[in-house]
């Protein structure tokens, strides 16, 4: 009940003024039944612009770290996400991406909308990154199509670090259902996971128009914070 309550009476007024959302291939989401919504993740807000814009309820996997901050606004980040109706994904150890999966199976179990960003994390540039195969194995487990989404200007309107939005026009561009029933039953096998996810990568950079890198986000970060981190200085010892 506060989903919709959310949805068309508090938050999401505030992002239609905030953002001014033109939306592009809305008939490109089923009325009903489980589908994938894969997308580009450009912004914190691209977790509550979708939910506000879609006429169907949709569920993300969200990193648990945004459950349980510490203090006021903590719980404040933690009561938006459920509201919106984030699921919280523990992201660390091996077991991450099995524990992703399931919930993310769970979901579409009840022939509901499951949101997904193949990148893993937030792009920090405004490039689109190599997706994880995560979302392939959820397509041919559940049997369902994958709806690629591209964000068009969350990345200015709310650029990492940035807590107050710009107000700025957003795009948010749906493309035509992606069909992957041909590889039922291949869920094991890695080169068809990776074309699959190769695939639905490729349809969301046709829609956003972005510079694409073939790695993954999360490695091209940390490279990025290792290099421009302080180096350590050694005192000169005295000779003799």
């Given at each position: 009940m506060f989903y919709y309550l959310l949805k068309y009476?508090?938050?999401?007024p505030l992002l239609r003024?905030?953002?001014?959302?033109?939306i592009e291939g809305l008939g490109h989401v089923p009325s009903s039944g489980a589908a994938i919504v894969a997308g580009n993740h450009l912004s914190f807000s691209d977790h509550f612009l979708m939910p506000a814009i879609l006429k169907r309820r949709i569920?993300?996997?969200a990193k648990a770290e945004y459950f349980t901050g510490p203090g006021l606004k903590g719980r404040l980040t933690a009561f938006f996400f459920r509201s919106?109706?984030?699921i919280p994904v523990d992201r660390s150890g091996k077991d991450a991406g099995q524990a992703a999966i399931r919930e993310g199976?769970?979901?579409l179990s009840k022939d509901e909308l499951l949101g997904i960003y193949p990148e893993g994390t937030r792009s920090h540039d405004g490039r689109l990154y190599k997706?994880?195969?995560?979302?392939a194995?959820?397509?041919l487990k559940a049997g369902v199509p994958v709806i690629p989404c591209?964000?068009?200007?969350?990345f200015e309107a709310q650029p990492p670090g940035k807590v107050i939005p710009n107000i700025h026009p957003v795009v948010i561009r749906f493309g035509k259902p992606l069909d992957f029933s041909r590889y039922a039953g291949m869920e094991n096998e890695k080169a068809i996971l990776r074309a699959i996810t190769d695939e639905i990568m490729y349809a969301i950079l046709s829609l956003s128009e972005q510079e694409y890198v073939d790695e993954y986000a999360a490695v091209v970060k940390a490279k990025e914070a290792e290099a421009n981190a302080p180096r350590r200085r050694f005192p000169k010892m005295p000779l003799g």
């Open positions: 009476v508090l938050l999401g003024l905030v953002f001014r959302p033109r569920t993300f996997l919106a109706g984030q199976l769970g979901v997706g994880k195969v995560g979302v194995v959820m397509a591209a964000m068009i200007g969350t």
